[in-house]
Nanobody, 113 residues
Framework: QVQLVESGGGLVQAGGSLRLSCAAS????????IGWHRQAPGKQRELIAA???????NYADSVKGRFTISRDNAKNTVYLQMNSLKPEDSAVYYC???????WGQGTQVTVSS
């Protein structure tokens, strides 16, 4: 059974940084594409970054140049480094495994102005 667990969220001031982690179990992690999504109150969940098994990455325009997705296959973990955070980045952040269509439970990120 695939399980994804996010961590690293919290409260940060605008301009600050956070690093989110998504730890996976129950899968051969290195062959999976993983995405980071976020959902703010009253808004739809949106894809903001994804990384393929070959380490190809894609970003939403809203985070390009500020966020970096990476993976450590030895640790079965995908990271999202978030720099220059803005209040509009406040949301619950989820990781998603495309093969098993499994979501993590989410981690809250709040950016104060």
């Amino acid at each position: 059974q695939v399980q994804l667990v996010e961590s690293g969220g919290g409260l940060v001031q605008a301009g600050g940084s956070l690093r989110l982690s998504c730890a996976a179990s129950g899968i051969t992690f290195s062959i999976y594409a993983i995405g980071w999504h976020r959902q703010a109150p009253g808004k739809q969940r949106e894809l903001i970054a994804a990384i393929s098994s070959g380490d190809n990455t894609n970003y939403a325009d809203s985070v390009k140049g500020r966020f970096t997705i990476s993976r450590d296959n030895a640790k079965n973990t995908v990271y999202l480094q978030m720099n220059s955070l803005k209040p509009e980045d406040s949301a619950v952040y989820y990781c998603y495994d495309y093969r098993s269509q499994t979501w993590g439970q989410g981690t809250q990120v709040t950016v104060s102005s």
